[in-house]
T-cell receptor
Framework: GIQVEQSPPDLILQEGANSTLRCNFS?????LQWFHQNPWGQLINLFY???GTKQNGRLSATTVATERYSLLYISSSQTTDSGVYFC??????????????FGRGTQLTVWP | DSGVTQTPKHLITATGQRVTLRCSPR?????VYWYQQSLDQGLQFLIQ???????AKGNILERFSAQQFPDLHSELNLSSLELGDSALYFC??????????????FGPGTRLTVL
């Protein structure tokens, strides 16, 4: 299967700070998603971004598929941004087409 | 709200028992996926169905089984439960994994506690 590595594993910020989360993956992919898992356990879709750059409010993401990495940027962080951020990728290979491989996540804590 | 529903939200049961988790995909989605989230293993893919047929299996134990019904809802059956089966079980849905846009949307999860 595809290996997905996320860094850093933990991040502690003060409100208003900016941050960059990284996701490296070991094979070519046809799907890359970023999720936020809130304290209640819900997985919330942030971006579907197998390549290119997208922005949604204070969040943006960039995937460089040829170099097998993706970045999630959070600007002007708020306490409600706290939680775990997961990167998940989908394989191009027929036998594993469709399934997502998840990284271990980045635990973000934002202090007021 | 992702549009994917899962019931029940919480389930507490004893070792050796059998439980059924239910999932309804987003309207129009034909693919259903089951994932398990545990502290030691992280988020892992269990099994995928597409339009009623099993498409792929991941690290799913033989004690676990699933099916997708004609109305596209899916059930995950867990039997002979062990303490280590305690986890958060997610269902996700998408359109067609062979299409270019195959974004998956996750339900709220079922938290299973085996005592």
């Amino acid at each position: 299967g595809i290996q997905v590595e996320q860094s850093p594993p933990d991040l502690i910020l003060q409100e208003g700070a900016n941050s960059t989360l990284r996701c490296n993956f070991s094979d070519s992919v046809n799907n890359l998603q970023w999720f936020h898992q809130n304290p209640w356990g819900q997985l919330i879709n942030l971006f579907y971004i197998p390549s290119g750059t997208k922005q949604n409010g204070r969040l943006s993401a960039t995937t460089v598929a040829t170099e097998r990495y993706s970045l999630l940027y959070i600007s002007s962080s708020q306490t409600t941004d706290s939680g775990v951020y997961f990167c998940a990728v989908g394989s191009r290979r027929g036998s594993t087409l469709g399934r997502l491989y998840f990284g271990r996540g980045t635990q973000l804590t934002v202090w007021p | 709200d992702s549009g994917v529903t899962q019931t029940p939200k919480h389930l507490i049961t004893a070792t050796g028992q059998r439980v059924t988790l239910r999932c309804s995909p987003r309207s129009g989605d034909l693919s259903v996926y089951w994932y398990q989230q545990s502290l030691d293993q992280g988020l892992q893919f269990l099994i995928q169905y597409y339009n009623g047929e099993e498409r792929a299996k991941g690290n799913i134990l033989e004690r676990f089984s699933a099916q997708q019904f004609p109305d596209l809802h899916s059930e995950l059956n867990l039997s002979s439960l062990e303490l280590g089966d305690s986890a958060l079980y997610f269902c996700a849905s998408s359109g067609n994994p062979r299409l270019a846009d195959n974004e998956q949307f996750f339900g709220p999860g079922t938290r299973l506690t085996v005592l």
